[in-house]
């Protein structure tokens, strides 16, 4: 064989074996919103990347309005509480919900096949696999509730700051939007939403 081709043969081979070291450092992609993987190994990576797109457009108008109302302190006022609102109240609370999802579901039982779904609007943690009805119900109910008791204890909290007049009214006024965004995911414990179908299947079947 030539040297060039001996050297070429040799370079290619040396490359490979970059790329195959590089190949499980590379970031996740979103292949986990398409095919079934392990609990364990489900990376909340996508859902991060939903959340962030779902909001990008009313924070980008937010971020628009903060520039524009440069020279108005009221306005710089409201869209800098919009934003707060925004990130905190709208992608933390749904964030919040389906990361409690996610830790039930894996604290229960790690090996289970699930992926996660992506709508318009919303992502859900999708299962298949055998459960106890029980797991199910506790799984289904610990995103509502717990962001619920997240909600109503920044409620409580800003209540009992506010009684020594420690936050301004601005800042007061975010708390308690941001929080009843948290309290308001109770509802998805209704019929109507998958959370709530899921517990009255199980109460239904019970009885």
Not at 107 to 134: C, D, H, M, Q
């Amino acid at each position: 064989m030539p040297d060039d081709c001996r050297n070429a043969v040799k370079c290619l081979s040396q490359t490979h074996k970059c790329f195959s070291m590089i190949a499980p450092l590379k970031p996740v992609n979103d292949a986990s919103l398409n095919e079934w993987t392990y609990l364990q190994d489900l990376s909340i990576i996508p859902m991060l990347r939903h959340l962030v797109a779902v909001g990008s457009l009313p924070l980008i108008v937010s971020l628009v309005g903060l520039v524009a109302s440069f020279g108005s302190l009221g306005g710089r006022i409201f869209f800098a509480k919009a934003i707060v609102i925004v990130v905190w109240g709208m992608l933390g609370s749904f964030f919040l919900h389906e990361y409690c999802h996610f830790l039930v579901a894996r604290k229960f039982n790690p090996t289970i096949l699930a992926k996660w779904e992506v709508g318009i609007l919303r992502i859900s943690l999708l299962e298949t696999g055998s459960r106890a009805p029980y797991e199910r119900v506790v799984i289904a109910a610990a995103g509502p509730v717990i962001t619920f008791v997240v909600g109503l204890g920044l409620l409580l909290l800003c209540h009992f700051i506010c009684l020594f007049s420690v936050l301004s009214v601005a800042v007061e006024d975010v708390v308690v939007i941001v929080s009843i965004g948290h309290v308001l995911h109770i509802l998805y414990l209704l019929p109507f939403f998958s959370d709530g179908r899921t517990i009255l299947c199980y109460i239904v079947a019970r009885f």
